[in-house]
């Protein structure tokens, strides 16, 4: 069965690598890092655009960048990234072979045409509909074609994970439970087949409807289920880079989950409620009742937020218990102090759970509050809280553990290290500030997806308030960082697999270190005496800052005109 | 590790430490707080919407829209009318591209049921500077009352992508004593 599988061991891991996943995993990061590149900079074109000083494109190409952005960063690099992450937890950390890699190469390929058909699709002009390309806008065949195919060869990788799963167990290559990674990571996979089904559910007729065979698709019928697919496609997001805190926290530190059973019930609860979410989007919209809305936009009660926020504990509290049991046991933060902060894998993967947490999190908690919605649905503010997720969340996680992936799976030495060591500074800020200004201005009331909030040609004339505007112009200077900090990484990343000095066989790179040996904690019976005071206060930190904020929003909407 | 297969064989009977246990029991509650915040707002506030809807053809609405106005203008302002109609009343707004029409001129601390939807795709309502947002379906009537409580001269934004003219967008409810 297995005889054709090559296999190398990692030097600096011990694990057992099939050649086939390797090579898979490589050509689907570097697919991810283009369109990461591509995408990107049509986001920062769109910045630019709306950085009231600049006003760099005219309306129809920023329409067009702002399309191509949502399309290339939010969907193809993540996901291609995902394909990698589901190769790399299933068959690497479980020294499996990967099963039926003809069949992951042909969704590799399937994505890529995909890809490469709607990004032509978009520039050539004529659907400058959005990312989400709500009815009764109509964008051409190629448009809704492009993101089928991508998602059809998506959900092939995901059977290959899942087929790598029975291999692996059937094979016995390892013992006892698959590791807490590769559990998350069957998280994202399973919330990724139940995004892809809904996204064909609607995707198809739209397209048929496109193509003229189908006479009228129900908008608000569109928009539920499209979000189905668009929402619930982030929390695949969110089980992936939660997994990969976790496995960078393991590399860096040997840092062990503080316990199994709560992180693993932590990702079920993604499992059981986070497919809800499109009540996010649904709101202000007519044809629901409140009942509907208050159920899904918590997740059943918050369920899916606890998961979250205890990922938000035993994470950092893991990597504290395993600093400590290496002796920076003195007051509250020696373990976080003396944490490799030049160390970009854990730099970035530090940040972006900070950020996640404090910015994504709260944010998106607040926006979805039935009531709370009405001050901010498609405002500015949207935005804000998805670049604190997904990108200082997501991105940042991904390109954290891409730091570990080029030598450890590419065998190439990192190139132009100290470029590197700042890298997730510069990129965490730029994106920090981002969110935190599209908030601020979207507070103000300015509307996304919007080429000019001067409205100079306007036959009725408005003006925002002068605060949005500085609001605008701090966030274009954020990414203008964010962008600098998006370059270093290509520069880095590209740079290295290309031409970093290919690694001898079993040599060990300079970079990353050994992990240490997995710390003694959390073992069976010391769970009593586990001390986390720094995680603790951290947590409590959190905490208070979260309901502060929800309660401030709180005031903001009493202050507005009573409506019912 | 997280990257290995647990240690301990049997991990679901470790038992979970003091600390975690209390984050989980916090977060639980913080989480219900937060559901029961929503349902006691629709009690207690007044800032909800009535999920009052109906399916309309985009004429239909075009047509009450007009009515409105044919009854009520008061006077014009750079091509729309201004319409004044009797507190109390139902008042209609249609969204399309690229105006939110008519004008509407509302007196303070009165009551309306406003009309929302659009003749052609979806478009945004954004009230400013109160920032009240509502989306805006063709084929779908959203009711709600309004109590408009500070006199002004207020903006509306189309804050939904709608082509290539949404910037333009820009209607206007002016709010007298």
């Known amino acids: 069965m297995s005889n054709n599988t090559e296999f ?205 065979y189908v006479a009228n698709i129900d908008p608000i019928l569109y928009k539920t289920i499209w979000w189905a697919m668009g929402h619930s496609s982030q929390q695949i997001n969110v089980a992936a880079h939660v997994s990969i805190w976790y496995a960078i926290a393991a590399m860096t530190f040997g840092a062990k989950p503080l316990s199994e059973k709560v992180s693993r019930m932590a990702f079920l609860m993604y499992i059981l409620f986070l497919q809800i979410a499109s009540a996010h989007h649904m709101l202000v919209e007519p044809g629901f009742s409140s009942e509907w809305k208050i159920f899904n936009t918590s997740y059943a009660m918050y369920l899916a937020v606890l998961g979250s926020m205890v990922h938000g504990m035993t994470v950092p509290g893991s990597i504290e218990a395993a600093q400590r049991s290496r002796g920076l046991n003195k007051g509250m933060f020696e373990w976080l102090r003396k944490a490799p902060w030049g160390n970009p894998a854990f730099a970035g ?76 500074y510069v990129f965490g800020i730029g994106v920090a500030g981002i969110s935190v200004f599209m908030m601020g201005a979207g507070t103000l009331g300015v509307s996304r997806r919007h080429w000019d909030m001067q409205f100079a040609d306007a036959v009725l004339p408005f003006d925002y308030p002068s605060a949005a505007f500085l609001m605008m112009g701090l966030n274009g200077m954020s990414a203008v960082l964010a962008a600098v900090g998006g370059i270093m990484f290509v520069v880095v990343v590209v740079g290295s697999v290309f031409f970093g000095r290919k690694l001898e066989k079993d040599e060990k790179p300079s970079y990353p270190e050994v992990p240490p040996q997995s710390a003694a904690v959390a073992q069976h019976g010391s769970a009593e005496s586990l001390k986390i005071p720094g995680t603790t206060m951290l947590v409590a930190i959190f905490f208070i800052a979260f309901v502060l904020y929800y309660f401030v929003n709180w005031k903001y909407l009493s202050e507005i005109w009573p409506l019912s | 590790m997280a990257i290995t297969p647990p240690s301990e064989r049997i991990w679901w009977k470790e038992p979970i430490a003091k600390i975690e246990l209390s984050w989980i029991i916090i977060a639980f509650t913080w989480g219900l707080i ?143 004593e």
Not at chain 1, 170 to 199: D, H
Not at chain 1, 371 to 379: A, E, F, G, P
Not at chain 1, 401 to 423: D, G, H, S
Not at chain 2, 48 to 67: G, V
Request: charged content about 10%.
């Open chain 1, 8 to 212: 190398r061991t990692c030097p600096t891991t011990g694990l057992k690598v099939d050649l086939a996943a390797e090579k898979l995993i490589k050509v689907n990061a570097v697919a991810a890092v283009v369109f990461l590149a591509i995408g990107g900079l049509f986001g920062l074109l769109v910045a630019l655009t709306r950085w009231p000083e600049v006003h760099l494109l005219p309306a129809d190409f920023f329409y067009l960048a702002l399309t191509a952005h949502g399309l290339d960063v939010l969907l193809v690099w993540i996901i291609f990234f995902e394909m990698a992450v589901l190769y790399f937890a299933s068959a690497v950390l479980l020294g499996s072979r990967l099963a039926a890699p003809k069949f992951a190469w042909a969704g590799f390929v399937l994505m890529l045409v995909g890809a490469v058909i709607t990004n032509i699709v978009v520039l050539q002009g004529k659907s400058s509909v959005m990312f989400t390309s709500y009815v009764p806008l109509k964008a051409e065949p190629g448009f809704y074609l492009g993101i089928i195919l991508f998602a059809v060869g998506a959900l092939i990788g995901c059977f290959v994970f899942f087929a790598t799963l029975v291999v692996a167990r059937q094979e016995r290559t390892y013992q006892g439970s698959i590791p807490l990674v590769t559990f998350g990571a069957m998280t994202a996979a399973i919330i990724a087949v139940f995004t892809i089904a809904s996204g064909a559910i609607i995707l198809i007729p739209t397209l048929l409807w496109s193509l003229g």
């Open chain 1, 349 to 424: 993967m530090f940040m972006s759970l900070v950020f996640f947490g404090f910015i994504g999190g709260i944010s998106g908690v607040v926006m979805g509050t039935e009531q709370i919605n009405l001050i901010m649905h498609n405002t500015l503010y949207v935005p804000g809280h998805f670049h604190g997720t997904v990108v200082a969340g997501t991105t940042l996680a991904f390109m954290a553990i891409t730091y570990y992936l080029v030598p450890l799976i590419f065998r190439r030495e990192l190139m132009f290290m100290k470029l590197a060591k700042l890298q997730p």
């Open chain 2, 34 to 176: 937060m559901f029961f915040m929503m349902i006691y707002w629709h009690g207690a506030g007044e800032q909800n919407l009535s999920n009052e809807a109906y399916k309309i053809k985009p004429e239909r609405f075009a047509e009450h829209t007009q009515e409105m106005i044919d009854a009520y203008t008061v006077r014009n302002e750079s091509g729309f009318p201004v319409v004044h109609p009797p507190a109390g009343d139902d008042i209609y707004l249609t969204g399309r591209l690229y105006n939110w029409w008519p004008i509407l001129e509302l007196e303070k601390d009165q009551t309306y049921r406003l009309h929302l939807s659009s003749t052609d795709v979806q478009h945004g309502f954004s009230l400013q500077p109160v920032n009240i947002n509502v989306q805006v379906h063709p084929g779908y009537d959203l009711v709600f009352t309004i109590k408009p409580d500070r006199a002004g001269e207020y903006g509306i934004v189309c804050n939904e992508f709608c082509g290539i003219g949404h910037h333009l967008m820009v209607g206007k409810i002016y709010v007298v």
